[in-house]
């Protein structure tokens, strides 16, 4: 079955804590992107990677980290996770980057809380 | 400024009525593609359409439609008849195209979302 799979469903850490939530596809995908989703707000992109080895920044960045060493794979870290940190997490991808007219397919979602 | 503009952040409706969700958007690119998802209250997202900008024709697919606008820059969704599992948040996007400069790549910019709940 074609999926996005993300994992945990469900962290509650600490502040200060390292934690990675993992990110894979099944689909071949060039395309994969990371969102956060806040009451409000909507849906912010936080990285994209067009390709192995190629990441960029999103609309909000700062406190994370990505990689993308295989093309399934595309985890993100918090190297020092924060109280605002706190947020409904999606992984996505597409065959190519949206401006190719591709659409997204999403995990599951990652709920975080950090005390 | 955001680039994707959903007004309404929450619309109800009674069951079988009709229902428009509004988008609004801003770009310079004269190519772009406008997605619509939707997030039921399970939480998954789910893509519903995609628009480039030069097909400005509707579209009809049930009881769900498109209208775009580009004089307006409005890519406005219908639900006609509305049902109770309809009741979703309602995401609109753009994506702005790649050959022209200054575009950001990879860049998929999406608005705050409509709550829609449809009651019985």
């Known amino acids: 079955e074609a999926q996005v799979t993300q994992n945990p469903r469900y962290l509650i850490t600490v502040t200060g804590k390292k934690l990675t939530v993992t990110c894979s596809q099944n689909?071949?995908?060039?395309?994969m992107s990371w969102y956060r989703q806040d009451p409000g707000l909507g849906l912010r992109q936080i990285y994209y990677?067009?390709?192995?080895?190629?990441?960029d920044k999103g609309d909000v960045p700062e406190g994370y980290k990505v990689s993308r060493k295989e093309k399934r794979n595309f985890p993100l870290i918090l190297e020092s996770p924060s109280p605002n940190q706190t947020s409904l997490y999606f992984c996505?991808?597409?065959?190519?980057?949206?401006?190719?007219?591709?659409?997204?397919?999403f995990g599951n979602g990652t709920r975080l809380t950090v005390t | 400024a955001q680039k994707v503009t959903q007004a309404q952040t929450e619309i109800s409706v009674v069951e079988k009525e009709d229902v428009t969700l509004d988008c609004v958007y801003e770009?310079?690119?004269?190519?772009?593609?406008l997605f619509w998802y939707k997030q039921p209250p399970s939480g998954e997202l789910v893509f519903l359409i995609r628009?480039?900008?030069?097909?400005?024709q509707n579209e009809i697919s049930g009881r769900y439609s498109w209208n775009f606008q580009k004089s307006t820059s409005s890519f406005n969704f219908t639900i006609t008849a509305s049902q109770v599992v309809d009741s979703a948040v309602y995401f609109c996007?753009?994506?702005?195209?790649?050959?022209?400069?200054?575009?950001?790549?990879?860049?998929?910019?999406f608005g705050r979302g409509t709550q829609l709940t449809v009651w019985p």
């Open positions: 996505a991808s597409s065959q190519r980057e949206p401006r190719y007219n591709s659409p997204l397919h």
């Open positions: 689909m071949n995908h060039e395309y």
């Open positions: 990677s067009m390709n192995v080895e190629v990441t």
């Open positions: 770009t310079r690119d004269t190519t772009y593609y």
């Open positions: 628009r480039n900008s030069f097909d400005e």
């Open positions: 996007a753009l994506s702005e195209a790649p050959f022209n400069r200054g575009s950001t790549l990879g860049r998929l910019y």
